[in-house]
DNA sequence: CATCAGGGCCCTG
DNA sequence: CAGGGCCCTGAT
């Protein structure tokens, strides 16, 4: 599908607001629905059952950032609410102040970070998709899987002489027989994404942007295929829960255990530990201590890290 | 060649 | 609340 309309505004995100930071993320398994280059990225979304292109060109600097934001779509579409979507996914009003308070036993990463948001794209239900394709599994088998799905059940789109698949919709897959599914080697998830895209559909993930940290956490583990682990990852990703973080599965532990320079690699000391050291902010102060490893490890190899690190 | 664990989660007892 | 099973793949 050829996106022709094209709209183009100029985005001041509130500062410091790191471009190159905010928008990649080494520790993300690779997807053929964006590309990227040095301050620029291209991503696609459907936005109110549209999929669209969009393009962020960086035209700024970490204290006076400016962001020009292209959208590629086949209709016209009210461009103020989209652009208000994506101030709110991309958390560009988001004030991390206190974050950096919390940070204080850590001067060297807020200073090279400072002005990092999360960067999530991801409505909940292609989030919800990309958590069940991690599931169990290598990073490796991931990648095969989600490529085989979207180009059986996405939609290819051409903008701005690229292409780049669109996450298929709930409607779309829950036509599709388990059996088919099975078919691309997706294991026992293919009913996973199935059972989840119905579930999805009951929710309304915009209101469930204004309930507690405690409902929503309740309403995603209701989702089929979505447990502890997930729900975290989500809570934080989509929904910007700054202390999202209620679980660490073993491999992290054995990751935070040597950020946190602790003596223990048990997930409950753990996150005993992660939550005295960043109140209110401990999953956003964790992503930071991660995105620093994963930085590092990209630059320079770290052994350790290598060797934990799922792959 | 066989075995096994792996970026979890569901279901059962 | 603990433990087995689950699809497949690649490492051993």
């Known amino acids: 599908m050829k996106l022709k309309a094209v709209y183009i505004e100029l985005v001041h995100p509130k500062a410091p607001y790191n471009f190159k930071y905010s928008t990649r993320n080494p520790s993300h398994f690779p997807t053929p629905t964006g590309d990227e280059e040095e301050n620029k990225i291209w991503f696609t979304m459907r936005w109110q059952e549209e999929p669209i292109g969009v393009k962020l060109v960086n035209k700024g600097s970490v204290d006076k950032p400016a962001v020009e934001v292209s959208i590629y779509s086949k209709n016209k579409l009210n461009y103020a609410e989209l652009i208000d979507e994506l101030i709110y996914r991309l958390e560009w009003n988001e004030d991390l102040s206190e974050l950096y308070k919390v940070l204080k036993d850590f001067p060297e990463i807020v200073k090279k970070f400072k002005g990092m948001r999360m960067f999530c794209i991801d409505d909940l239900y292609e989030y919800l998709m990309i958590t069940i394709l991690l599931q169990n599994t290598h990073v490796k088998r991931t990648v095969k899987m989600a490529q085989g799905m979207l180009k059986n059940y996405g939609d290819l789109l051409e903008f701005d002489g690229k292409e780049f698949y669109c996450f298929w919709s709930p409607e779309r897959i829950l036509k ?12 026992y998830r293919a009913k996973s994404f199935l059972r989840a895209s119905q579930d999805y559909l009951k929710l309304d993930e915009f209101e469930m942007r204004n309930i507690s940290d405690e409902e929503l956490r309740k309403k995603l583990l209701s989702i089929y295929g979505v447990g502890p682990a997930s729900v975290d990852y989500i809570a934080r990703d989509v929904f910007h829960r700054k202390n999202a973080l209620d679980t660490v599965p073993p491999w992290e532990a054995k990751i935070y255990s040597k950020l946190l320079n602790v003596n223990t690699v048990d997930p409950k ?3 005993e530990i992660v939550k005295k050291k960043f109140a209110g902010w401990r999953g956003y102060a964790m992503h930071y201590l991660f995105m620093d490893l994963n930085w590092k490890h990209k630059e320079e190899p770290i052994e350790w890290f290598g060797k934990l690190m799922p792959y």
């Open 176 to 187: 599709v027989p388990e059996e088919e599914l099975r078919a691309l080697k997706v294991g």
């Open 269 to 271: 000391k753990i996150l």
